[in-house]
């Protein structure tokens, strides 16, 4: 299964999001779906509950939230992280486009993946 994702408020770039959908991605942003100005607890749960790994600048607080979560034994669909104002928008579709075309669905389930991995 391919890995749909979900952009929170921070990653929500409308050039990103159209590049990736032009390339086949199946990506969602926080306020079209409603989500805008949740908390990031939220945003997971959201992501998880619609088969979405979230995409995010927020690495402090995912990581923590991410870390929680399986502690206490909650799943989500995977998060990916990278660094704010790092890449361009082309650099943050390759990389994304890299990582999307080596994990299944099934891969990403519980995971953090970093962008700057898929460089």
Do not use: K
């Not at 939230?65 to 909650?74: A, D, G, K, N, V």
């Not at 104002?85 to 890299?98: A, D």
Request: with cysteine.
């Amino acid at each position: 299964m391919t890995i749909r994702l979900y952009f929170d408020e921070d990653t929500s770039d409308g050039d990103l999001l159209e590049a990736l959908r032009m390339r086949g991605v199946d990506a969602v942003a926080a306020a079209p779906s409603g989500m805008g100005g949740r908390n990031d607890d939220d945003q997971l749960r959201w992501a998880a509950g619609q088969n979405r790994a979230l995409y995010s600048f927020n690495r402090r607080d995912f990581f923590r939230i991410h870390s929680e979560w399986m502690r206490t034994s909650q799943t989500h669909c995977g998060i990916v992280l990278a660094v704010q104002q790092r890449y361009s928008v082309g650099e943050q579709m390759r990389r994304i486009l890299r990582l999307l075309n080596s994990l299944t669905a099934e891969e990403m389930r519980d995971r953090i993946e970093f962008l700057s991995d898929w460089g």
